[in-house]
């Protein structure tokens, strides 16, 4: 800044001083040819900072030392030529640094007598501090503004920008309708089973599934230009052994159909089954084993039995028969099955899959599926048995009546019994076969973490006693033990998708509708419920506070 000079329009009052200014400091100078300007210097310190706000000089801060200084000279006559007594400080630009260093606050402490911070000087400091990324012109701008009061809160200057994490590889599906293996239940435990549709065939060479990469994300950085990696998304990788596809030899990540059959996506990637296709299944054709999936055009007829790896699909009736299934049964007519008589007569037959059975219409039939069984018109003095549901009733009547049935989240019907009082059993919750198989994967966690304990301790002892351990055995430990951990992370999965069937199964219930009769009893949680007299509305049975209850409102009406 340029010296200025300024005479203190006080000098009637303390003749003989003025102040002036250089720099950044106040200067004060005191004639005594005119006399002593104060009789007592316990009088100066007061007289002083008024003559300093009379010059101008006012809201500069006062040298403590100085001042009693100037007031001795004032008192006894004394010359001062240029006694530093003020400093004039500009405003103070203050910035500082979260730990992280992902945000940088500014703070303006307001001017002492010189000129107040600007945008060039918010810059220089921000500079200084090495704030050089997401810097937000706006604030500086806002502060800058501010003028001689400063800021009164610490703003927000500039922000780091967060590491995006990159996203997890997935596989595409290039046909419509593809069925798939893996159970996919949403967020409420609901599942659609009803669109499963024909089964789907295709040739040779048809692409099937696409592999989408996992992308490396974008990396972060803080307000001091530091990069902060991100964390890269996890790679697919196609199962080993897809039977009926490869790998197309022009495209890494795409699979191709090598036969004709069924696409099914399963965990890992997609296969493609073989399709054998009949008019019907009676004594003429002889009984159906087969590897892949199976159509019949017709009908099923009583006694013969199919067994397929994939899928069965039947066109008409089955009568009482033996069916099992990798993959789901569908079948556009119905069951007549035969439980209760000998098998000497036909009786005890049996019906199973691993996916979901379908039909319009089931009588005294033996019925176990993995994941659901749909009924679209009615269920009598049946057997059935699913891993999640029993939906029975579409557009048709809904009718569940007689025998036993089982799920582990849901029955539902638009009517559970009938007038004349048949037994009907209904049990929903977990299935004895999720709780032993969470047992048995609890036991084989601890069998590999002990084998790979193990392991590491003989690799550790190898470091340091390598004559210790016998010939090739650290080339072997290497596959032994990824072969270990990737055996371990199934069974993790394996275990974390059950422990959701086991939380979904808390909020198992069963609907009905429409009508309960009497003759139905309920089983949930250890608990029951038999009905007693008539229920004319629909409503459902779950959990109320722990207590198996009926509930008039059905969810969702």
Not at 341 to 357: L, Q
Request: glycine share 12%; net charge negative.
């Amino acid at each position: 800044m340029d010296a200025s000079t300024a005479t203190s329009p006080a000098a009637g009052k303390l003749p003989g001083l003025a102040f002036a200014r250089e720099g950044g400091t106040v200067l004060a100078s005191f004639d005594p040819t005119r006399g002593p300007a104060i009789a007592d210097p316990a009088q100066g310190p007061e007289a002083i900072a008024a003559a300093l706000a009379e010059a101008g000089f006012g809201a500069c801060r006062p040298k403590e030392a100085a001042i009693p200084v100037l007031a001795q000279a004032l008192a006894h006559g004394q010359s001062i030529a240029a006694l530093p007594v003020a400093d004039a400080l500009d405003g103070e630009v203050l910035i500082t640094l979260a730990e992280d260093r992902m945000t940088a606050w500014l703070a303006i402490r307001p001017p002492q007598g010189g000129a107040p911070a600007d945008e060039t000087a918010i810059r220089r400091a921000l500079n200084e501090r090495n704030v050089i990324t997401g810097i937000d012109d706006a604030v500086i701008r806002l502060a800058a503004g501010l003028g001689e009061n400063g800021t009164r809160e610490a703003l927000v200057v500039a922000v780091g920008r967060q590491p995006v994490p990159g996203e997890d590889g997935r596989f595409e599906s290039l046909l419509p309708g593809m069925r798939s293996r893996v159970p996919q239940i949403d967020a409420s435990g609901r599942v659609d089973y009803r669109n499963l549709g024909d089964i789907q065939t295709v040739q040779p060479g048809a692409p099937l599934l696409r592999r989408v990469h996992a992308t490396a994300g974008v990396a972060g950085e803080t307000v001091t230009g530091l990069a902060i990696p991100a964390k890269p998304g996890k790679e697919m990788m196609f199962a080993p052994n897809l039977a009926g596809v490869a790998v197309d030899p022009n495209d890494p990540d795409l699979l191709a159909a090598t036969l004709v059959g069924q696409p099914v996506e399963v965990r890992g990637g997609v296969m493609v089954e073989p399709t054998h296709r009949v008019r019907a299944v009676n004594m003429a054709t002889g009984n159906v084993v087969f590897e892949g999936s199976v159509a019949v055009e017709g009908d099923v007829q009583a006694g013969m039995t199919i067994k397929a790896g994939g899928d069965i699909e039947i066109g008409g009736t089955a009568e009482a028969v033996i069916l099992e299934a990798g993959g789901n049964i569908i079948i556009k007519g119905g069951v007549l099955g035969a439980l209760g008589r000998p098998e000497s007569e036909g009786g005890s037959r049996r019906i199973r899959c691993e996916g979901t059975f379908t039909a319009t219409f089931v009588q005294q039939a033996a019925i176990e599926a993995s994941e659901a069984i749909i009924i679209d018109d009615v269920a009598l003095q049946c057997q059935l048995s699913a891993g999640q549901r029993i939906l029975v009733g579409d557009k048709k009547r809904g009718l569940l009546a007689g025998g036993i049935a089982r799920a582990g989240l849901l029955v539902q019907a638009k009517v559970l019994g009938s007038p004349s009082h048949a037994e009907t059993r209904i049990e929903v919750g977990v299935p004895q076969a999720v709780l032993h198989e969470r047992a048995s994967i609890a036991r084989s966690r601890e069998e590999k973490a002990r084998q790979l304990d193990q392991l590491v301790q003989l690799l550790a002892l190898g470091q340091k006693q390598p004559e210790r351990l016998p010939p090739g055995f650290v080339e072997k430990a290497g596959p032994t033990r990824l072969r270990l951990l990737e055996e371990l992370a199934e069974l993790t999965a394996r275990d974390q998708f059950l422990q959701r069937q086991v939380e979904l199964a808390s909020d198992a219930q069963v609907v009905a509708a429409s009508d309960v009769h009497e003759g139905v009893e309920v089983f949930l949680a250890g608990q029951s419920y038999r009905v007693k007299g008539e229920r004319g509305h629909g409503g459902v049975f779950a959990l109320d506070k722990g207590t198996l209850s009926w509930l008039f409102a059905v969810p969702g009406s």
